[in-house]
């Protein structure tokens, strides 16, 4: 037969899966000599056979768990149902992973109506062993017979409050006694059968319960929404017990080896004397600092300092321990790797290797890269949280915490910012006209929309907090109020942000600022190292690229173009251009234009110096361009003097049904060869200028969205080229620049040999490959990605989680066909999923240059790049 029981001493911290997470380390502990009760574990592999075989114990693993107990008679020198002198012990539930919602805990296992009268008597402490007893029954009943543990509190706090009691040790041996029958009796009531009075029986039933708890629903539901296989199984830990609760020389505990919040690296821990097992965490009682028990127990305090180190020493990492004192002696019950904050994580992991306890590639493997955002964005302060009044939830759209006035569209939301107000934009969706208020705004909230809208991308772009598509909120634009459930919201009221989770709630919620500290700088540095991908940005301003640049991008992998006509001294321009009913008066436009760009170009490429800076030429369709509401298109009219019927022709002519998959990208550049031809001389004039007036290297990069077939790059490039050549003719000044293609159409992916032809680089726009992909709408999808979800249809959202089988097929099909055609071919990512880490780690597998993302990604990029160039390499 299979070895389903292990003593302790026959254990180790490697034999987790089987052991599970707590049996494994208590192993552990006891092999490298920390005193650690004896008792044994009963397999996962047992737990998975007990159910395979229909939810029963075998009478050979039986035998075997007897056995076991027997041994552990002998090394204590108690029998198990001795009524004199029983030995008494835990059982508790380990899984692989640790699982809240799954069977934890029981006490005092092996007592009975005997054996509790000669526990009494033999520690002379009645009070200890009827409330040892009391807790059994009271376990046995929640734990293992399935009662809820709130109608035995319910019907403590009623016995306390008749007694006038506060604390549940006021209880005296009498009133336990009582209690102890009024539990019989409960769970009589309530399951119809006799608390089990035979230690053999009560140890069988709870390991029984603990391995059927596997699959309970709670735990199912957890394990599916934590990605953890259902096969697992738990293990069974069966320990000897020891008490904190025979008078004031015990207690109990839990503390960390550093402090879990800050990371400091200092013991951080809590007790409690004369109490057992949860009280600690419970609450009942206020548990006293552990820096306490330096004045009450020194001896079991400095040898308690001295576990923690020993702990930390051998696991490298910081530990979460459970303790318990036993008239003066110290037991240790549990270790585990600490629970932390992202500040914590940090500074830990750089403590750690200064230390010389773990090397760098550790310290950068111990971050998890997701955690990082919370650093770089203000957040909420906790206590304030706690009493928030929160609306709704959507979408966590853009990290950060936001609190201000509510305003309904970008000019009041601007000009109430200019008046020193702090200003939260609410619009049901946004579009490129927004982007003032949103600038303005310390965070914005969409009612519509998912991970890719408008308002979520561009809100990361600036590292503004974001929450978007929630669905709760009716926004009626027109009256400048929203609506959730009954309540109404009016302009200038307060309302506050979590980008970070996607909460809304009403009136001001107080803030902490962001703050990078020395460590989080090293551990950068540290990364780089390791790293052997580019990180790039996606920045459509100078202050955006600043920004980046302070974070570690090493170039720009897509500057968008459309934003930077919406400034107000230039949209009328645009319109113009748009509406021009001849090529002439569409250069004439574009000729205005044109200095604008120039300078924009000029500004970004002094900002990134001598970094790649990869211009998209426009992608958005012509319409977005041009107003919507009649009092607009009136003064629309009147300032480009034609009338008004003419301008609704000209807008309802620009009218899609499809304007995702329309009239736009690389088929403006073929419809309208002259706004390429003027964004192209306004890149390569702009890094002529700044190379001669300032020195840097530029490097310019024109990448054309939305190619679906070579021959529109083919068309575009030559147009590109000869502009391009035109200038650098006139001049002396060399400037490099290269001229390539974004891959977003899955019919380029496909095809990308043809592509490369005519690229000198490729660059995943993930956001519409993604779209396309799926062949839904990435501005729709959000209406249903929640119940896809929730259907498991999806495992995560794709347009924030790179699908890797899908749309990575055609990832992976275009680096192939694309390189076999150009071999140095250049090629990154600047969809969402570039500052996604698990995304990022696919890209690494498929030998992409660089990845690229908003700005305030790109710390976490190059933490995910280094980790995933230490795991791949
Ligand atoms: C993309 O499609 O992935 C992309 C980066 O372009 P945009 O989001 O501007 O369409
Ligand atoms: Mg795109």
């Not at 076991?68 to 029983?86: A, Q, R, S, T, Y």
């Not at 380990?94 to 809240?100: H, K, N, R």
């Not at 069977?103 to 007592?111: E, H, P, R, S, Y």
């Amino acid at each position: 037969m299979k070895k389903y029981v292990y003593a302790f001493e026959d254990g180790k911290k490697e034999m987790k899966s089987l052991l599970g997470g707590k049996g494994a380390n208590l192993a552990e502990m006891s092999k490298i000599g920390l005193p650690v009760p004896p008792g044994f574990t009963i397999t996962t592999e047992a737990c998975i056979h007990y159910i395979e075989i229909g939810e029963k114990l075998e009478d050979s693993l039986k035998e075997s768990i007897f056995k076991h107990l027997e041994d552990l008679e002998d090394e204590i020198g108690k029998d198990f149902g001795d009524v004199n002198d029983p030995l008494l012990v835990s059982v508790r539930s380990g899984a692989v992973i640790s699982m809240p919602g799954m069977m934890d805990t029981i006490l005092n296992l092996g007592l009975n109506d005997k054996s509790v009268e000669g526990l009494a008597k033999k520690t002379s402490n009645p009070r200890f062993a009827y409330d040892s007893y009391r807790r059994l029954i009271q376990m046995f009943g929640n734990v293992v017979l399935g009662i809820p543990g709130y109608e035995f509190d319910n019907y403590l706090e009623r016995k306390k409050e008749k007694k006038d009691y506060d604390n549940d040790t006021d209880l005296t041996v009498d009133d336990l006694k009582d209690i102890i029958q009024d539990f019989k009796a409960l769970i009589k009531n309530r399951k119809d059968i006799e608390f089990p009075q035979k230690p053999e029986e009560q140890l069988i039933m709870a390991v029984k319960a603990v391995f059927s708890s596997w699959n309970n629903a709670r735990a199912i539901s957890y394990r599916n929404h934590n990605d953890i296989p259902h096969d697992l199984g738990t293990a069974v830990n069966v320990q000897t017990m020891v008490f904190g609760n025979i008078g004031d020389n015990s207690g109990t505990g839990v503390a960390f080896t550093r402090n879990p919040a800050t990371g400091e690296n200092k013991v951080f821990g809590e007790f409690l004397l004369n109490a057992q097992g949860e009280d600690v965490v419970a609450g009942i009682r206020t548990p006293k600092d552990i820096s306490e028990l330096n004045n009450l127990m020194p001896e079991v305090y400095e040898e308690f300092m001295e576990v923690t180190e020993t702990l930390e020493q051998h696991y490298k990492d910081m530990q979460d321990i459970e303790f318990t004192i036993q008239e003066g002696d110290l037991y240790l019950l549990q270790t585990r790797t600490g629970k932390r904050t992202a500040d914590a994580a940090v500074n830990i992991a750089v403590d750690m290797e200064e230390e010389g306890l773990i090397d760098k590639e550790t310290a950068v493997m111990r971050i998890d890269p997701e955690d990082i955002s919370q650093l770089l964005h203000p957040n909420f302060k906790e206590d304030e949280l706690e009493k928030a009044d929160l609306l709704a939830t959507g979408l966590a759209a853009s990290p950060g915490a936001a609190t201000g006035k509510i305003y309904f569209n970008s000019e009041d939301a601007a000009e109430a910012a200019a008046d020193g107000e702090d200003v939260i934009l609410v619009r049901k969706e946004t579009s490129p006209e927004d982007i003032e208020g949103m600038v303005k705004s310390n965070g914005i909230l969409t009612s519509r929309g998912g991970m890719t809208s408008h308002a979520a991308v561009v809100a990361r772009g600036m590292g503004k907090c974001c929450v978007a598509g929630a669905g709760d909120i009716q926004v009626d634009e027109s009256t400048r109020q929203f609506f959730v459930d009954d309540r109404v919201f009016n302009e200038g009221d307060y309302i506050s942000l979590n980008g970070s989770t996607g909460e809304v709630y009403a009136g001001v919620v107080e803030t902490t600022e962001a703050h990078l500290t020395d460590n989080f700088k090293k551990l950068m540095i540290w990364s780089d190292e390791y790293r052997d991908m580019g990180v790039y940005t996606n920045a459509d301003t100078p202050k955006d690229a600043q920004v980046a640049i302070d974070f570690g991008a090493e170039g720009i992998g897509l500057c968008r173009t459309e934003h930077m006509f919406f400034d107000s001294e230039r949209i009328m321009s645009v319109r113009e251009m748009i509406v021009a009913d001849s090529k002439k008066k569409r250069k004439k436009a574009l000729e205005k234009l044109f200095p604008y760009q120039k300078e924009d170009f000029k500004g970004i490429f002094k900002v990134m110096q001598d970094k790649n800076v990869t211009v998209r030429l426009l992608d958005p369709p012509l319409h977005e361009f041009l107003p919507q509401n009649e009092r607009d298109i009136k003064n629309l009219a009147e300032e480009l003097t034609i009338s008004v019927e003419e301008l609704r022709r000209i807008i309802s002519d620009l009218e899609e049904m499809n304007p995702m998959l329309g009239h736009r990208g690389c088929r403006l550049g073929i419809s309208y060869p002259e706004i390429y031809k003027m964004q192209v001389r306004a890149i390569i004039s702009a890094a002529i200028e700044v190379k001669e007036e300032e020195g840097y290297e530029v490097k310019a990069d024109i990448m054309i969205p939305l190619v679906g077939t070579d021959r529109e790059l083919e068309i575009i490039r030559e147009k590109a080229e000869e502009v391009a050549e035109g200038l650098l003719e006139d001049t002396d000044t060399d400037i490099y620049y290269t001229i390539g293609t974004m891959i977003e159409i899955p019919r380029a992916a496909l095809l990308a040999d043809r592509i490369a032809k005519y690229a000198d680089f490729f660059s995943f726009g993930t956001n519409d490959l993604t779209q396309m992909t799926y062949g839904f709408s990435r501005d729709d999808a959000g209406k249903f990605i929640g119940q896809y979800l929730e259907q498991e249809i999806f495992a995560k959202d794709p347009f924030q989680v790179l699908d890797q089988d899908g749309v990575g097929k055609l990832i992976e099909n275009t680096v192939k066909l694309g390189r076999e055609e150009k071999p140095e071919l250049k090629i990154g990512i600047c969809g969402e999923h570039g500052g996604e880490p698990s995304s990022i780690e696919f890209c690494h597998k498929n030998n992409l240059n660089y990845v690229s993302c908003s700005p305030y990604r790109v710390p976490i990029a190059r933490l995910a790049a280094a980790q995933s160039a230490i795991k791949n390499n």
